[in-house]
């Protein structure tokens, strides 16, 4: 037991040290600004967001669809 948790916090502080790393070497980087989206990277972002919507608006119907179906033994109802 006393071996396993030793190891543990070995491998914990390894961890720790492998991600602060580059930290470590560079505190302050030569520059720490995001730049402004290129207009791909804007068209890009408004056509994924109108994509979600269409996404939630169409699982929002298919939800109410399977909402309105008949449950239980009632024969579902066609029209023609």
């Known amino acids: 037991m006393t071996a396993s948790l030793v190891l543990a916090a070995v491998v914990a502080v390894a961890?720790?040290?492998?991600?602060?790393?580059?930290?470590?070497?560079?505190?302050t980087p030569r520059e720490d600004r995001l730049r402004e989206p290129r207009e791909a990277d804007k068209r890009r972002l408004a056509l994924a967001e109108e994509r979600d919507r269409v996404r939630e608006l169409l699982s929002r119907s298919h939800d109410r669809q399977l909402a309105d179906e008949p449950t239980g033994s009632e024969p579902a109802l066609i029209d023609f």
């Open 15 to 27: 961890a720790v040290l492998l991600v602060a790393v580059p930290f470590l070497r560079d505190p």
